[in-house]
């Protein structure tokens, strides 16, 4: 009996809390009806910036070696390996790497001792034949001087300043000059080594007429023209590793010279672009050329994060006052990190969204947190 009472009371004790449970589930919620009544409007963090007014320009990229300027346009080439026209000894440098020099300037002067004594030889001989021939020329006819004798003592005098000639030609060669303006990038010998006969001593590069010797891929090339400006970036590395720094040199160069054949090996025209003085950059410096093939002055371009493209159209996000309105664009040129656009309505100075534009929906309120 007792076990009986016992179990009615854990039935009734269910069905309370069932009873319970119900009732929570199906009472209505305290706010539901007000919160769903009223909307909630979407308000996005985004950064801004303005629609500029700018010269926009396409390059072509190549890369390529900083060298001397070869021989053309009627000038020597910039560049000169010194060598020594004779076997000697070097007695002396008059050069260090990084001097200037001047053309004609001597740069070396090889063991010259027996060169002087045999001009000091040929300079006595000169001045003893030349008496000889005074003083026959001085006698009279009634001395009997044949003209034979007076012949030869022409011919000896001739031969002497002849041989004083050579010798002070033998003599200038061991004094080693420089066959051009330019800078001493190179010195290959000390005093006291001996040198063969056009062994190099020294190379000399006149660097304010450099040029880079790039390659252009061929199916980039036709936009190229001789003329066109070129900006330079200093490049490490090869292939795809290929990096640049972010310093431009100090002033562009111009296109100076477009190959006619495409390299088969490498598919690849070369490009000569001649550096003005002053460049910045290094004869053997490996470096990236933009060479602006097309220019596009005065025209409107935004950041290139603030163009949105969405099922094949173009938009960018005008702000009128705390909303962003969508404006479909075309979008033309692009250089570098800016994007030449048309559209409704653009005009200079207007506020875009930049940062935040993707996925934003048309007139949607917007708050700035960086501009």
């Avoid at 026959?136 to 044949?146: A, H, T, V, Y």
């Avoid at 030609?169 to 063969?196: F, K, Y």
């Avoid at 090869?238 to 090996?265: E, H, R, Y």
Wanted: glycine share 10%; hydrophobic share 45%; charged share 25%.
């Amino acid at each position: 009996m007792r076990f009986f009472d016992s179990g009615r009371r854990s039935r009734t004790s269910r069905l309370i809390l069932a009873g319970i449970s119900l009732l929570i589930l199906h009472a209505p919620v305290s706010g539901e009806e007000d919160a769903a009544a009223v909307p909630v409007e979407t308000d996005v963090a985004v950064e801004l910036g303005h629609i500029a007014r700018m010269t926009l320009r396409a390059y072509v990229t190549a890369y390529g070696a900083v060298e001397a300027e070869p021989a053309q346009g009627g000038k020597p080439p910039a560049s000169a390996w010194v060598a020594a026209p004779l076997a000697g000894l070097v007695a002396e440098a008059r050069c260090e790497e990084g001097q200037r020099v001047q053309r004609g300037q001597a740069l070396f002067s090889l063991d010259h001792r027996l060169a002087d004594m045999q001009v000091e030889k040929a300079r006595l001989a000169v001045v003893l034949a030349e008496r000889n021939l005074r003083r026959k020329r001085s006698l009279s006819p009634d001395d009997n001087i044949s003209p034979k004798l007076l012949d030869e003592a022409e011919h000896l005098w001739e031969t002497a300043r002849q041989d004083l000639a050579q010798a002070q030609v033998q003599r200038s060669l061991l004094d080693i000059v420089a066959p051009l303006g330019g800078t001493v990038v190179r010195v290959n010998v000390r005093p006291g080594e001996a040198v063969g006969g056009n062994a190099p001593v020294a190379e000399i590069v006149d660097l304010d007429r450099l040029v880079v010797n790039a390659a252009v891929p061929g199916a980039e090339a036709q936009p190229v023209r001789i003329g066109q400006p070129t900006a330079l970036s200093v490049a490490t590395g090869t292939g795809s590793g290929t990096k640049t720094d972010a310093t431009p040199s100090s002033a562009p160069g111009l296109v100076a010279f477009i190959g006619l054949q495409i390299d088969p090996k490498t598919a690849t025209v070369p490009v000569r672009i001649a550096l003005p003085p002053g460049s910045g950059v290094r004869p053997g410096q490996f470096v990236q050329a933009r060479i602006a093939v097309e220019v596009r002055p005065d025209r409107l371009a935004v950041p290139l994060e603030s163009v949105v493209t969405r099922d094949g159209e173009s938009a960018v996000f005008v702000v009128e006052g705390d909303r962003a309105r969508r404006v479909p664009v075309r979008f033309g040129l692009r250089d570098g990190d800016a994007v030449e656009v048309e559209g409704e309505g653009l005009r200079e100075g207007l506020e875009i969204v930049t940062v935040g534009a993707f996925g934003l929906p048309d007139n949607t309120r917007i708050h700035a947190i960086a501009r």
